[in-house]
């Protein structure tokens, strides 16, 4: 199935570089919180950006070279520069936060970059994974840093895996002494990666080596690679030490090689919890962020991730629909559930560094127009907003009822035009026709063979005019049924900030996307559909093309199927995975009917 797509964009090295130093700026000067969280979250976000610049550096010599890795001045500079910064969040963090760079030390350590890098390259930038959708805080890789350092002194040499790595390796090489970490892109096929170095010395393999990066993904293959690379260069294994994104080793898709050079490492991991959730010093919890913006608290956070807010809401005893509601466990962003007085607020990771600041802002935007929960404020990663346990997922009898379908039509109309007239996007922000119509072909070859070939190829032939016809927005792209609570007179909108910000391939699209994905999970007709259409183009000045929007429909059929396909896949639980399937066999009976119509 073709479901997921990296989420990359072409920055200018002068602009990454202004905005390290205007963050850099803002620590210094931001009026914060009592405990300073808010200073500390502007020099991680700081770190991210100077490690996202490292690995555009990094990438761009590594494309010039061949695909190779080699020494480079520039690549070097990069990484010292994202270093230093390193050193001020862990300075930051151990001093619970009472720690701020002075300027005249954060503009050497700019100008040092500025002396060997050209400010008017361009590079391509990729969007750290880990920071944006798994709650992988920096944090974590210093505390695992600092255990691994108070039994083995070194010396010690840190290489970090492009991309996440650049960021997560000037953290562990400054906990670790390591004045140089460099970086290596393994490339190759997703479960087979491989390193290609030359040029530089090799392996000290009287030295400990440390490996950082944010997997291990499907298959492990990429820390593999660099273990490979290490013990081919004669490094033992008790020197080979990884520093990963959590403890759960390579995923169903890795060999037994892979595995076999997995065991010969030492593997370091600090979880979230113990960092982040149960911290020895309060200051340093996610409570007290979350406290410093809502009050204080009548127990701890709890968790309700991967499925776990299904039994929660209580609302006109509605509970069917959201127990039904299917879920993708490690897919789900980390939330939890704040209780202070009599208020419920839900607890939600947004994402770490600037593009996270964006998608809370839109929730926020969002919140105070009445179309979602209403935002407290957010803290280091979390937005914390309304939780409504009085409210529940709308149910099919209840969207199909006569009173409350007019109010949702309306209500749909509203919401997917205020979205168009308010969150623009770039031209480039999302998938082509092009990209949309070979995942459609693709999915629909893989659940109903070749009975959807036709659809396709009439889809195909009418992507050239299609194309000029998009006008990007930052659509909603989730308007599934359990996505809107009904309670009252109220439809409120959840999870509506950055699933057009996601990994996977769809990304910001026209706004006809979203209407058409109303279309499919409330089963309107053809009048229904027209109506629809017709006022959002009416209330957010846009146009939606009929044309445009038939193919919108095919697709998002497509890439509904292929993705329940692939988290019923993931699923380890019997009644999660029939939940999912559940889903599949609607998108497919649907996109099958629609390609027997032509």
């Known amino acids: 199935m073709i479901v997921f797509g990296d989420v990359q964009c072409r920055e200018r090295v002068s602009d990454k570089l202004r905005r390290v130093g205007d963050l850099l700026h803002a620590a210094r000067t931001l009026n914060t919180h009592a405990t300073g969280i808010g200073r500390h979250g502007v020099l991680v976000e700081a770190l991210i950006e100077a490690g996202e610049l490292a690995q555009g550096i990094a990438d761009a010599r590594f494309v010039a070279q061949g695909r190779r890795d080699m020494p480079s001045a520039q690549a070097d500079a990069a990484m010292g520069l994202a270093r230093w910064i390193a050193v001020q969040c862990v300075r930051s963090w151990d001093t619970r936060f009472d720690w701020v760079p002075t300027a005249a030390s954060a503009h050497e350590a700019l ?32 505390a695992a840093a600092r255990q691994v350092r108070r039994a083995i002194d070194g010396p010690w ?145 709890e968790e309700i991730a991967a499925g776990g807010w299904r039994g929660l809401h209580r609302g006109s ?36 560094g600037g593009r996270a600041r964006e998608r809370c802002e839109c929730a926020r935007l969002l919140g105070e127009t009445g179309f979602s929960p209403r935002v407290a404020g957010w803290c280091h990663g979390f937005v914390v907003e309304r939780w409504h346990a009085d409210m529940a997922p709308l149910t099919a009898a209840q969207w199909r009822h006569p009173p409350l379908r007019r109010q949702l039509l309306d209500r749909l109309a509203r919401y997917i035009a205020f979205r168009a007239r308010r969150f623009p996007a770039d031209a480039d922000s999302g998938a082509s026709i092009h990209a949309l119509c070979e995942m459609g072909w693709h999915n629909s070859r893989e659940l109903l063979g070749s009975e959807a070939d036709a659809m396709w190829q009439a889809h195909r032939a009418s992507a050239a005019q299609l ?53 499919v999970e409330f089963e309107l007709d053809a009048a229904e559909l027209g109506a629809l259409a017709q006022a959002v183009a009416a209330r957010g000045a846009v146009r939606i093309d009929e044309r445009l929007l038939a193919f919108c429909i095919a697709a998002y059929l497509a890439f509904q199927a292929g993705h329940f396909r692939m988290a019923a896949r993931d699923a380890r639980d019997e009644q999660e995975r029939n939940r999912l399937e559940a889903q599949v066999e609607r998108y497919m009976r649907e996109l099958a009917r629609r390609a027997h119509r032509g």
């Open 111 to 142: 100008a040092a970059f500025q002396a060997v890098v050209q400010g008017e390259e361009l590079l391509d930038v990729r969007q750290p994974e880990g920071y944006a959708f798994y709650a992988l805080y920096p944090e974590c890789h210093l």
């Open 157 to 301: 040499r840190v290489i970090g895996l492009r991309s996440i790595g650049t960021s997560l390796a000037a953290v562990v090489a400054a906990v670790l002494g390591d004045p140089a970490p460099r970086t290596l892109r393994p490339s190759g096929h997703p479960f087979d990666r491989r390193v290609s170095w030359s040029g530089g010395p090799p392996p000290d393999p009287g030295e400990h080596h440390a490996i950082v990066d944010e997997g291990p993904g499907l298959s492990g293959s990429s820390i593999a690679a660099a273990i490979r690379h290490l013990r081919q260069a004669g490094v033992p294994p008790s020197r080979i030490h990884v520093f990963p994104g959590h403890a759960n080793g390579p995923g169903e898709q890795a060999s037994a090689q892979i595995h076999s050079l997995w065991r010969q490492a030492r593997t370091h991991v600090a979880d979230f919890a113990p960092v982040l959730l149960h911290a020895p010093e309060r200051v340093q919890r996610l409570r007290s962020w979350v406290e410093e913006i809502i009050g204080p608290l009548d127990a701890e956070l």
């Open 317 to 352: 005893g509605e509970r069917s629909n959201a127990e039904k509601a299917p879920a993708h466990p490690w897919q789900e962003r980390r939330k939890f559930i704040a209780r202070s007085g009599a208020a419920e607020w839900l607890v939600k990771f947004a994402g770490l």
């Open 467 to 519: 194309a000029p016809l998009v006008r990007r927005v930052r659509t909603d792209n989730r308007m599934h049924a359990w996505e809107w609570l009904h309670g009252g007179d109220l439809l409120l909108k959840t999870d509506a900030v950055d699933h057009h910000a996601g990994h996977d391939l769809v990304g910001c699209q026209d706004s006809a996307w979203d209407v058409a994905g109303a279309a």
